[in-house]
Nanobody, 129 residues
Framework: VQLQASGGGLVQAGGSLRLSCAASGFAFNRYGMGWFRQAPGKEREFVGRISWRGTTTYADSVKGRFTISRDNAKSTWYLEMNNLKPEDTADYYC????????????????????????RGQGTLVTVSS
């Protein structure tokens, strides 16, 4: 199983970026995933997730600005980030669900890292003010 996040870079506040997470080695269309980020000196935090069916959940801090999508034909998940703020600066990581066809029993469980498998490097997003 491999996950490769890409698309990070330097952008001004108010700008946009699209991150990609290319997956291989498993039945992509049966798995959901989550995006997480880790800012310098801070703990990793949940950004959002998309289920194997395409249902999305977002952290309050990004709701309305970020959109997660998936392309099963390309085995790739995406994180579209709009109206970026300096506080969005972080390393962004993608992680797949540990189990296929999984759905959190409660919405708040979506952020629990224990349900995800983290593989590969993150991609750095820097937002200048």
């Amino acid at each position: 199983v491999q996950l490769q996040a890409s698309g990070g870079g330097l952008v001004q506040a108010g700008g946009s970026l699209r991150l990609s997470c290319a997956a291989s080695g498993f039945a992509f269309n049966r798995y959901g995933m989550g995006w997480f980020r880790q800012a310098p000196g801070k703990e990793r935090e949940f950004v959002g997730r998309i289920s194997w069916r395409g249902t999305t959940t977002y952290a309050d801090s990004v709701k309305g600005r970020f959109t997660i999508s998936r392309d099963n034909a390309k085995s790739t998940w995406y994180l579209e980030m709009n109206n970026l703020k300096p506080e969005d600066t972080a390393d962004y990581y993608c992680a797949s669900d540990r189990r296929p066809e999984y759905g959190p029993a409660r919405p708040e469980y979506a952020a629990y890292e224990s349900q995800y498998s983290f593989r590969g490097q993150g991609t750095l997003v820097t937002v200048s003010s």
